[in-house]
């Protein structure tokens, strides 16, 4: 009886580490591509395709690419225009539902934020920011979050 009491007491402390391995590797693999509850495109592929083919994420395709645009002061940059938004539910996602948050970064480095919200469509260029980073933000009707950044680039003389 007292060899299978410590048997048994052995399994159970082997299931519990298990399950608690389980849980910190789980753990640590969703919560490299959820953040503060948004999902993140990184830009990079995953080896998990079965996971991208049935994403209930948004996609959010910005038509300049993910690529920096440059522009020169004094232009205006039209945020709501250069984003689509597809999702496997709900479909095409109106520009009108997306969030648009402009963090506006000086010559030296000063961050002013700004948000252009779900209405606002235009920036002004202007040549006092270095640069700006565009952060376009969608919910899905079944509450997902997608996030997508883009830089514009100040360059050369006021046009």
Do not use: C
């Amino acid at each position: 009886m007292h060899n299978l009491m410590e048997e048994y007491g052995k399994i159970v402390i082997t299931a519990v580490v298990g399950i608690f391995i389980i849980g910190l590797l789980s753990g640590f693999l969703f919560n490299t591509w959820k953040s503060n509850g948004i999902y993140k495109d990184t830009g990079h592929l995953s080896g998990n395709q079965e996971f991208q083919a049935k994403s209930p994420l948004p996609t959010i395709t910005l038509k300049s690419g993910n690529k920096t645009v440059k522009m020169k002061p004094g232009t205006t940059y039209n945020a709501r225009n250069n984003v689509t938004v597809t999702d496997r539910k709900d479909g095409t996602i109106p520009s009108n539902k997306v969030d648009i948050k402009v963090e506006q970064v000086d010559k030296n480095g000063r961050t002013t934020i700004s948000k252009l919200g779900t209405t606002g469509n235009t920036i002004s260029v202007n040549a006092n920011y270095r640069y700006y980073n565009i952060i376009y933000k969608v919910t899905n009707s079944r509450g997902y979050k997608a996030e997508k950044r883009m830089k514009l680039l100040v360059t050369g003389r006021t046009a």
